[in-house]
């Protein structure tokens, strides 16, 4: 399966700043994922990042606070904006498989707002 | 988004035992369902997949269920092991191939 790098594993950061969170594949792959897992919750889809458009974005999640990049087939980032303690979670990027492995996530990046 | 569980569900299974971990999954549409493994600090791990043409799937100790009358899907996991405690997550595709998860459960193993 897929190895899947995501920078940085954990931060702490102030309200109102922005973080850039990187995902790197190890193959190139169409469609990247971002998802957010809230304390104690499952995990929610933000976005579908394909290389050469427009991030796709699910209900309740906006470009504007969660602008995406998909400069190529095996890089995405995600960028959480104007922070508050709210935006608290473990980000966490995914790729579909063209194998029998389903989908492959990162280790996530867990992020604490201060 | 779609998230459901605000509170993860504990099972509890003593060591050797089996355990069942069940979930109720939301979408009649859905055609393939994955059940994932998340230990503390990681990322949710395969575990074992089935597609709604197959209603039991078997994989090395783990056997997936999918009952689609009730749109219900169980993990079956044979003589658990202290190394299985984790938060397990089932996941569907309602909508082409974007993975909605459902509520997990928490297992621990007691030795």
């Known amino acids: 399966s897929a190895v899947i790098s995501q920078k940085p594993s954990r931060d702490i950061c102030q309200r109102g700043t922005s973080l850039t969170i990187q995902c790197q594949v190890d193959s190139q792959v169409t469609m990247m994922f971002w998802y957010r897992q809230q304390p104690g919750q499952s995990l929610t889809l933000i976005a579908t990042a394909n290389q050469g458009s427009e991030a796709t974005y699910e209900s309740g999640f906006v470009i504007d606070k969660f602008p995406i990049s998909r400069p190529n087939l095996t890089f995405s980032t995600l960028t959480v904006s104007n922070m508050s303690p709210e935006d608290s979670s473990i980000y966490l990027c995914?790729?579909?498989?063209?194998?029998?492995?389903?989908?492959?996530f990162g280790s996530g990046t867990r992020l604490t707002v201060v | 988004g779609e998230s459901v569980g605000l509170h993860l569900p504990t099972l509890s299974v003593q060591e050797g035992d089996n355990s069942i971990i069940n979930c109720a999954y939301s979408?009649?549409?859905?055609?393939?369902f994955i059940w994932y493994k998340q230990e503390s600090g990681k990322g949710p791990q395969f575990i074992i997949d089935?597609?709604?043409?197959?209603d039991k799937r078997q994989g090395q100790r783990v056997t997936v269920l999918l009952n689609k009358t009730v749109k219900h899907l169980s993990l079956q996991i044979a003589a658990t092991q202290p190394g299985d405690s984790a938060v397990y997550f089932c996941?569907?595709?309602?909508?082409?191939?974007?993975?909605?998860f459902g509520a997990g459960t928490i297992l621990r193993v007691k030795s």
């Open positions: 995914s790729v579909e498989e063209a194998s029998n492995y389903g989908y492959t």
């Open positions: 979408n009649s549409a859905s055609d393939y």
């Open positions: 996941a569907e595709t309602p909508y082409g191939n974007k993975l909605v």
């Open positions: 089935i597609r709604s043409n197959m």
